[in-house]
């Protein structure tokens, strides 16, 4: 059977005239794309394009069937706006690159429902394997091993950010987990995967992770940091964007490991073409 991203990279090749340029257009790279061409020529056995140095041109056999894959991807897309798109992200993910991406999605003039569920991991997955979402974005680490009736691929890694309230140096000697733990860290409470990430990191070096504030997000964090209650670690996907009139610094703190998130489905249930679309969205944007 032919899955729809196979019909979507035809339709952007004979569309566009050339592989790169299909390639750019679905975020994707050049083999991948023409790999799929190659996959779909073997599949309905018969040649789709002529290869030239400057592009590529349809069969008249690739000519015949194009009509027909833009009228299937035409249906798909018909399906996918009835039944939704219903996917679950965390704090980190779900604060800018969530809403960024789904605005990209939307903006291209779909009319497709979304609906989004922002709850930690452990939430996320026990609704994905209830069918109540068919899409989490969780930190590795939450996920597990592969299993349990889920499949996981990876999405992005985030370094961490550490926040000083403005006017504290924030030099890379004071973004160490060394001079760290000698300040007042405000934190998430316990229980995320982040807070865990942050602990494992500590441990690591053999150093205490106590923090002096604890609080229930990230938004509250850099809030309690700009307020001089003291010193945060974030991942940096989760503040993008730096409004002027929040009263922080920060850097890239040292010595502790990039955070890394994947996105889960129930297995045997492939995406619907709008999720990939969004995860195609969600990756450059860091």
């Given at each position: 059977?032919?899955?729809?991203?196979?019909?979507?990279?035809?339709?952007?090749?004979?569309?566009?005239?050339?592989?790169?340029?299909?390639?750019?257009?679905?975020?994707?790279?050049?083999?991948?794309?023409?790999?799929?061409?190659?996959?779909?020529?073997?599949?309905?056995?018969?040649?789709?394009?002529?290869?030239?140095?400057?592009?590529?041109?349809?069969?008249?056999?690739?000519?015949r069937l194009l009509p027909l894959a833009e009228a299937a991807l035409s249906g798909i897309?018909?399906?996918?706006?009835?039944?939704?798109?219903?996917?679950?992200?965390?704090?980190?993910?779900?604060?800018?690159?969530?809403?960024?991406?789904?605005?990209?999605?939307?903006?291209?003039?779909?009319?497709?429902?979304?609906?989004?569920?922002?709850?930690?991991?452990?939430?996320?997955?026990?609704?994905?394997?209830?069918?109540?979402?068919?899409?989490?974005?969780?930190?590795?680490?939450?996920?597990?091993?592969?299993?349990?009736?889920?499949?996981?691929?990876?999405?992005?890694?985030?370094?961490?950010?550490?926040?000083?309230?403005k006017g504290d140096a924030p030099g890379p000697r004071n973004a160490d987990p060394a001079?760290?733990?000698k300040r007042r860290l405000v934190a998430l409470q316990p229980g995320s995967e982040f807070?865990?990430?942050?602990?494992?990191?500590?441990?690591?070096?053999?150093?205490?992770?106590?923090?002096?504030?604890?609080?229930?997000?990230?938004?509250?964090?850099?809030?309690?940091?700009?307020?001089?209650?003291?010193?945060?670690?974030?991942?940096?996907?989760?503040?993008?964007?730096?409004?002027?009139?929040?009263?922080?610094?920060?850097?890239?703190?040292?010595?502790?490991?990039?955070?890394?998130?994947?996105?889960?489905?129930?297995?045997?249930?492939?995406?619907?073409?709008?999720?990939?679309?969004?995860?195609?969205?969600?990756?450059?944007?860091?």
């Open positions: 059977m032919t899955d729809a991203p196979a019909l979507e990279t035809f339709v952007a090749v004979a569309r566009l005239g050339s592989v790169q340029a299909a390639a750019v257009r679905l975020h994707r790279t050049q083999p991948s794309v023409s790999s799929r061409i190659a996959g779909l020529e073997a599949r309905w056995r018969t040649r789709l394009f002529r290869r030239h140095a400057r592009g590529m041109s349809l069969t008249p056999e690739g000519a897309a018909e399906l996918d706006r009835a039944a939704g798109l219903r996917l679950g992200a965390g704090d980190a993910l779900g604060r800018e690159v969530v809403p960024r991406a789904l605005a990209r999605l939307l903006g291209r003039g779909g009319r497709l429902a979304v609906r989004v569920l922002e709850a930690p991991a452990v939430r996320l997955l026990e609704a994905l394997r209830a069918g109540e979402i068919d899409l989490a974005l969780v930190a590795a680490d939450a996920a597990g091993p592969p299993g349990a009736g889920l499949v996981t691929e990876p999405l992005l890694t985030s370094p961490i950010e550490a926040l000083f309230p001079a760290l733990a807070r865990r990430h942050l602990e494992r990191a500590f441990a690591g070096r053999g150093l205490p992770f106590r923090p002096a504030v604890e609080v229930g997000n990230l938004s509250l964090v850099r809030r309690f940091v700009a307020a001089g209650l003291g010193v945060g670690l974030v991942p940096a996907v989760a503040f993008s964007a730096r409004p002027s009139d929040v009263a922080v610094t920060s850097t890239r703190a040292r010595g502790i490991p990039p955070i890394a998130y994947v996105h889960a489905r129930r297995a045997g249930v492939p995406p619907s073409e709008s999720a990939e679309q969004f995860l195609r969205l969600v990756r450059p944007e860091l």
